[in-house]
T-cell receptor, first 112, second 113 residues
Framework: KNEVEQSPQNLTAQEGEFITINCSYS?????LHWLQQHPGGGIVSLFM???GKKKHGRLIATINIQEKHSSLHITASHPRDSAVYIC????FGGGATNKLIFGTGTLLAVQP | DGGITQSPKYLFRKEGQNVTLSCEQN?????MYWYRQDPGQGLRLIYY???????QKGDIAEGYSVSREKKESFPLTVTSAQKNPTAFYLC????????????FGPGTRLTVT
């Protein structure tokens, strides 16, 4: 079993829909990251959070430390949101490495 | 603009040849990382470096080598000993100890035939 699990693996939505991507982890963490990878391959960091909720534009990320679960929400989805969304965690007590453990990603396609 | 550059974007090599992937950052970050991405799998750590002239093996270091002679540069060599070198390679950097956020480069897709 992977230490970071994402669901769903694939998601197709219609433009304007509210989207939720889930991430569960089984290890102690210092931080959780949501990343976006476009077809070209480059990765952009969307959020880094260790508690509560963060919002940036139409994107909202929440984390429940007790339940070891995080969600990424996209409101009013748009075709340009189509990408792979990756959840990653920084291990607690990972030392100077600050090693990230990655989920396998959620492929989102938003259709016009 | 500050960021991480990786070159080239696409690289093709024949089996048995060593190949070096470039990673340069102008963010003045201390730590740098190399990850490998394969279809259906999460990114996996190959090597990391916290400071110039120091680097450590990650989870899948076999068949790879790195150097860190300058703060801004962290090249990765894929040697002929790497059994399955075809993959997407990502370089990342982090500001300093205590900072959890990593910044990623655009990646290099290596195909070995």
């Amino acid at each position: 079993k992977n230490e970071v699990e994402q669901s769903p693996q694939n998601l197709t939505a219609q433009e304007g829909e509210f989207i939720t991507i889930n991430c569960s982890y089984s290890v102690g963490i210092s931080a959780l990251h949501w990343l976006q990878q476009h077809p070209g391959g480059g990765i952009v960091s969307l959020f880094m959070l260790s508690s509560g909720k963060k919002k940036h534009g139409r994107l909202i990320a929440t984390i429940n430390i007790q339940e070891k679960h995080s969600s990424l929400h996209i409101t009013a989805s748009h075709p340009r949101d189509s990408a792979v969304y990756i959840c990653a965690v920084t291990l607690f007590g990972g030392g100077a490495t600050n090693k990230l453990i990655f989920g396998t990603g959620t492929l989102l396609a938003v259709q016009p | 603009d500050g960021g991480i550059t990786q070159s080239p974007k696409y690289l093709f090599r024949k089996e048995g040849q060593n190949v070096t992937l470039s990673c340069e950052q102008n963010l003045n970050h201390d730590a740098m990382y190399w990850y490998r991405q394969d279809p259906g799998q999460g990114l996996r750590l190959i090597y990391y470096s916290q400071i110039v002239n120091d680097f450590q093996k990650g989870d899948i270091a076999e068949g790879y080598s790195v150097s860190r002679e300058k703060k801004e540069s962290f090249p990765l060599t894929v040697t002929s000993a790497q059994k399955n070198p075809t993959a997407f390679y990502l370089c990342a950097s982090r500001e300093a100890a205590g900072s959890y956020e990593q910044y990623f480069g655009p990646g290099t897709r290596l195909t070995v035939t």
